[in-house]
């Protein structure tokens, strides 16, 4: 009847058939063996081998171990402490070996970005994995992914709750009732504002109820016929001469003064094309006016 190892409870299973070479010990970090532990236990499943002859020993000096004698032999040596290629009983294999989770930096980086929902995703299903397999690591950058994820879902929500509180607010029948800011494609017929002067790229422009301190208004709004660009240029003239045209029916003479211009905003090329196809027409005065100058 043969012999097999029998490892305590608490210590890592050994390899399919591991003998401890002479010397072994096991790692100081495993539980003791319990008192009257026999480490070695009969096993019905291995064939005692029959005994071997004695060999006598050859004549002469013996040759150093490892090396082949006179009759081309290799006597037996010392093995060696674990085969070539084999990890030491109780060690992790290769394969079992911690990793970084892909999930985990991919959090991290669409945190750092500002890709809040993949970011999020990325965490989650990380830490999730990594909960299942211990040998997973880069729990810190799913956590830094969706700390950076909330930060950002912070800032998103400040920006629109600013833009909310200080875009304009019109009553039904369509003049501001508060100032604030709006785009310049949604201006109107009456609209007081202030003066954005004469540059290009405008995209928006604070408005202001007519009863309170401004130096501009609309009066009148018409579209481009056409649907090419008709360049700048063209732009220009047409916006000067449907202005001019569009004085005598629009504002109050009384009211004007020698103070008064009339400028007018018209679409570049890209505003244009994506279907803003108006010129806005204002009266501007250089000290600030507190009422209209529209005709009633």
Same mark, same amino acid.
């Given at each position: ?71 081309? %032999? ?35 980086? /669409? &945190?750092?970005?500002? #890709? ?33 994820? #909330? ?33 310049? +494609? ?14 290009? &790229? ?14 501009? %208004?609309? /009066? ?5 016929? #056409?649907? &090419? ?19 005598? #029916? ?12 009339? %400028? +007018?905003?018209?679409?570049?090329? %890209?505003?244009?094309?994506? &279907? ?21």
């Amino acid at each position: 009847m043969g012999l097999r190892f029998n490892p305590p409870p608490g210590w890592p299973p050994p390899p399919a058939g591991f003998v401890p070479p002479p010397g072994w010990q096991p790692d100081p970090s495993w539980p003791p063996p319990p008192p009257g532990w026999q480490l070695w236990v009969p096993d019905d499943t291995v064939p005692t081998p029959a005994p071997m002859p004695p060999v006598p020993p050859p004549a002469g000096p013996m040759p150093p171990a490892g090396m082949p004698d006179q009759a081309g %032999q290799v006597p037996y040596g010392p093995p060696p402490a674990y085969p070539a290629g084999q990890a030491p009983f109780g060690a992790p294999s290769p394969a079992e070996r911690p990793r970084t989770s892909g999930f985990a930096i991919a959090s991290l980086v /669409f &945190g750092i970005i500002g #890709g809040i929902l993949l970011s999020v995703i990325f965490g989650i299903v990380a830490l999730t994995k990594m909960r299942n397999n211990p040998q997973l690591r880069g729990k810190g950058m799913a956590i830094a992914g969706l700390i950076l994820s #909330g930060v950002w879902l912070v800032i998103v929500i400040a920006a629109i709750a600013i833009s909310a509180g200080t875009s304009s607010q019109r009553s039904a029948s369509g003049p501001a009732t508060q100032p604030g800011v709006t785009s310049v +494609y949604s201006l109107r017929t009456g609209d007081c504002l202030q003066n954005p002067g004469a540059r290009l &790229g405008i995209t928006s422009i604070k408005l202001v109820p007519c009863d309170q301190p401004h130096n501009a %208004q609309v /009066f009148a709004v018409f579209p481009v016929p #056409g649907s &090419g660009y008709p360049g700048a240029v063209a732009l220009q003239h047409r916006a000067a001469a449907g202005c001019h045209a569009r004085i005598a #029916g629009s504002i109050n003479r009384s009211l004007i003064t020698n103070s008064m211009t009339l %400028q +007018y905003l018209y679409p570049e090329s %890209q505003s244009w094309a994506i &279907g803003h196809r108006s010129i806005t027409c204002l009266v501007v005065d250089s000290s600030n006016l507190t009422t209209s100058v529209l005709l009633h």
